[in-house]
């Protein structure tokens, strides 16, 4: 009838807005926060000085926020369908699973020769991914939701940032990234960011992902505003 349809048409609507909403997070917090872990001694020399410790935890603690911002999305989603029996025990079961392992996991890493906070750390993004698993999965199942094509760009997505995080390491042997001189430290940060930056975008824009996470629409825009395109004189 009328109102299954509208419903329908409803549901089709949000997928694709949720699809949209998971595309543009990864192709943009991935390659951003897994740069920002590849360039943490020379980020926190700029910031904070020289430190032995200080760029090892931010290296593997800076990841957490890619988490996060999916966590804190997969609850929105939760909240607009108004779903809160998914979403409070999802939310519960991720914390129960990060109570579990976090101290497991510090002995584990340690015993293992490694930083015993980075199983603090472990464990808190078990935790969110298993909360952001059932909430995708829940209301998935319950709405219809389809997000293989978000599952589709997220692999590329991680294919072309360990293609610039690629790039990156070869960069290393000509500029190294250790440097103690905060200035020194900035203009690597920055030449990094404009060698990743440019590979990440080139190759995304090659392979069409770039024009599926904006449309086509938002490029041709930004072309004219770089004067990239040539204006059609009538």
Known sequence: NKKDKENKNGYKDVNLKINQTFKTLFFTTVPMTLGLSFLSVP???T???ASTYGPIVFRF?????LVTVLLSTSQVIAYTFKEFKILIPSVVAGLVLNAVFDVPLMLLIDKLGGYAFYGATLSTC???ILTITLILVLIGRKYNLKLKESFKSAISTILYTVIMLGVLY???FIVPLDN???IVSLLITILYTLVGGTVYLLISYKTGLLQQVFGNNVLEKVK???HLKKRVVE
């Open 170 to 172: 070869l960069l290393t």
């Open 180 to 182: 103690p001189n905060r």
């Open 61 to 65: 603690s800076i990841v957490v926020a």
């Open 43 to 45: 980020v926190w020399h």
């Open 47 to 49: 910031f904070y000085g």
């Open 126 to 128: 078990l935790g969110h």
């Open 224 to 226: 004219e505003k770089l």
